[in-house]
Nanobody
Framework: QVQLVESGGGLVQPGGSLRLSCAASGSIFSIYAMAWYRQAPGKQRELVAAITSGGSTNYQVSVKGRFTISRDDAKNTMFLQMNSLRPEDTAVYYC?????????????????WGQGTQVTVPS
């Protein structure tokens, strides 16, 4: 089992910045990818940014150039630096981890979620 705890959310004015953190604990091995998702009221959860164990990243088009995902493996922590925030970025942000365990004959993936942290950018 992997436990995830997000922090860093809050209320910020348009154009401001926030840095979200996701601390992982528990059976932290074979982590294949980590990601940030968000869910706004009345909308489906959507991928914001992801980073693989090799360091490759990808971003939702609407956040490219404004958000940066990173990870500190020594501290088992992932970050999301969010700059130039907009009202449409208002959502609950969730940390997501995919653990891939490979044996000689099988590949199993396990997915874990944090509880979420609220980010509010008033219009």
């Amino acid at each position: 089992q992997v436990q995830l705890v997000e922090s860093g959310g809050g209320l910020v004015q348009p154009g401001g910045s926030l840095r979200l953190s996701c601390a992982a604990s528990g059976s932290i091995f074979s982590i294949y990818a980590m990601a940030w998702y968000r869910q706004a009221p009345g909308k489906q959860r959507e991928l914001v940014a992801a980073i693989t164990s090799g360091g490759s990243t990808n971003y939702q088009v609407s956040v490219k150039g404004r958000f940066t995902i990173s990870r500190d493996d020594a501290k088992n922590t992932m970050f999301l630096q969010m700059n130039s925030l907009r009202p449409e970025d208002t959502a609950v942000y969730y940390c997501n981890v995919v653990q891939r365990i490979t044996t000689a004959t099988t590949v199993d993936e396990y997915e874990y979620w944090g509880q979420g942290t609220q980010v509010t950018v008033p219009s």
